[in-house]
């Protein structure tokens, strides 16, 4: 994929590119957000670019997409780009807006480096760059078109018809089409955005996962209300504004965690609001009637902090053959001993060829899955969902 001369200056300038990349990011999205400030106020996440977390996944996805080239010639990292990929396609990412980041991020990187850009330098990167936004546009348009859908143009007025209390921070809003048109058929798992406008007028976008069984009339999303701007802003306005009878602006679903159409015994693993997509695709095998093992586990403070407990536990009790496990850090009278704290998996029984997924905090999914593979699960049998600007950390 990488021609041989960019591979061999790609391996010898990645220490230094490596090295300053934080920095050439931070550049980068100064030029960009100057040129563009439309970029920031409707389509970049503000709490990420705030919090600077933005800034690392561009450095961090550029230089592991990088180093996947340089040491493995004749792969790409086909997991990581499709992980991107479903992202970009829910914000309505476009060709154009990758000539965009080109320009801005090279400027950048000449800027930084110095008297180290040199041409070839520049070329070898430049290919890098290329590489990756051409793979990332072709997935992209494959997707726009199985939404039948023109590349971007994923947007739809919904209506919101319940909302529900879950927890004193977790609110279910149920949605329709608002123009009555059937709501588009998606995957237990997937997520879509949602895009609302506050009060300076800017126009945030955060993804949430569907909760509600790929079945039903109305579609679900459970929101937790995130304290603090400009992190929490579009929680907190949907918890402070939005209503039954509301208009609300959501995208096409997309998201690649997935739960396959075979029987193969399951561990859904979720810890706080990660419980949602995992809800989903109980009710599925529910309505499907799943019959291999099931086994639920889940970590939260408390079960009054437990979204969707009910949910969680009664889509369990509807399988033949499924357990729920539900640790909590501060436990209920009567709640078993070995069951509080953090998620310990060494008495939870995993059947053999178990197919794992996971949703939670990148530190609850680590530890999960290094539980899991200690217990003979296969590594290309779990599977796990990164929301945030991280998505590149989740690469195998």
Wanted: aromatic fraction near 6%; proline fraction near 6%; charged fraction near 20%.
């Amino acid at each position: 994929m990488l021609s041989e001369k960019s591979a061999m200056t790609v391996r010898a300038t990645l220490p230094t590119v490596g090295a300053a990349i934080g920095t050439i990011t931070e550049r980068f999205y100064e030029r960009l957000f100057a040129a563009h400030p439309a970029l920031l106020r409707d389509l970049f996440n503000r709490g990420n670019q705030a919090a600077g977390l933005q800034k690392q996944a561009l450095a961090g996805s550029i230089a592991a997409f990088a180093t996947y080239l340089v040491d493995h010639p004749d792969e790409r990292p086909d997991a990581m780009l499709g992980r991107i990929a479903h992202k970009h396609a829910s914000l309505g990412v476009t060709a154009d807006q990758y000539k965009i980041v080109h320009e801005h991020l090279f400027a950048a990187i000449a800027e930084v480096l110095g008297e180290d850009a040199t041409p070839e330098v520049a070329d070898a990167w430049d290919e890098v760059y290329w590489l990756m936004a051409n793979a990332l546009i072709a997935i992209e348009d494959r997707l726009y078109a199985e939404r039948g859908v023109l590349a971007g143009d994923v947007w739809r007025a919904w209506t919101v018809a319940v909302r529900t209390e879950e927890t004193a921070d977790c609110a279910t809003f149920r949605l329709r089409p608002a123009d009555g048109a059937p709501a588009p058929a998606f995957k237990p798992g997937q997520y879509v955005s949602v895009q609302v406008e506050l009060a300076d007028g800017a126009r945030q976008i955060r993804q949430y996962s569907l909760s509600s069984a790929p079945g039903a009339e109305l579609r679900s999303i459970t929101v937790k209300r995130v304290t603090g701007e400009p992190d929490g802003e579009v929680s907190g306005h949907l918890h402070a504004h939005l209503r039954a009878g509301d208009a609300l602006r959501v995208s096409a679903p997309y998201g690649d965690l997935v739960l396959d159409a075979d029987d193969a015994p399951l561990l859904l693993a979720s810890a706080g609001i990660g419980c949602t997509p995992m809800v989903s695709m109980l009710e599925r095998l529910a309505a499907t009637g799943h019959r291999s093992p099931v086994t639920v586990v889940h970590a939260d403070r408390s079960p009054a902090a437990h979204p969707l407990r009910a949910d969680h536990m009664a889509l369990t009790a509807q399988l033949p053959d499924a357990e729920a496990h539900f640790w909590y850090e501060d436990p209920e009278p009567g709640h078993p001993a070995g069951r509080t704290g953090l998620v310990d998996l060494a008495t939870v029984p995993v059947a053999s060829g178990t197919r794992a997924y996971l949703c939670g905090p990148l530190p609850f999914m680590r530890a999960v899955r290094t539980q899991l593979l200690a217990k003979g699960v296969a590594a290309a049998d779990i599977h796990y969902e990164v929301f945030g600007p991280d998505l590149w950390l989740a690469r195998d």
